[in-house]
């Protein structure tokens, strides 16, 4: 039988749960900033000291290739694309790389002609676009001619 003065059960306070929660929290986010500043496990490289001297620059060279511009069809919201861009070539290749600029020219010509003009006019898509025609030109002129294509104007109006 129940007792009529029988107070019911009390509840359990969520405080301590609230206190745990909050402490894991900033316990895990100082842990992490300690790790991602270097404070811990990292930070192993001592900063360059003011005395290091500089290495010798690779062997290289640039050569231009022939700006290109090309008409955009009536969709796009620009109507060319102007292309200035150059080669980086270790030296010794120069010559034979220089025998090869109007194939290369050609190949951009091509890729950058069956581009959609959307990818053209996304501005994130440049990178890719890069790649995509340094390996290309890479094709053209053998693997270990051309190091990195360098693009000097890309010109949408």
Known sequence: MTQP?????KKKSKLPLLIGLVGALALGGGGFFATYSGMILGGGAAPPSETAEAGALPDIT????????????????????R????????SPHAAEVTLLLPRISDVLNSYLRAVEVAQL?????????????LRRIQIVTGKDR????????????
Request: aromatic share 6%; charged share 20%.
């Open 62 to 81: 640039f050569i231009p290739v022939d700006p290109i511009t090309i008409s955009l069809g009536p969709n796009a919201r620009a109507r060319h694309l």
């Open 5 to 9: 003065d029988a107070e019911p059960p």
């Open 146 to 157: 051309v190091r990195d294509l360098l693009i000097s104007e890309f010109v949408l109006n």
């Open 83 to 90: 292309f200035a861009s150059q080669l980086e070539v270790a």
């Open 121 to 133: 006019e996304d501005p994130t898509t440049l990178m890719r676009l890069k790649a995509q025609m």
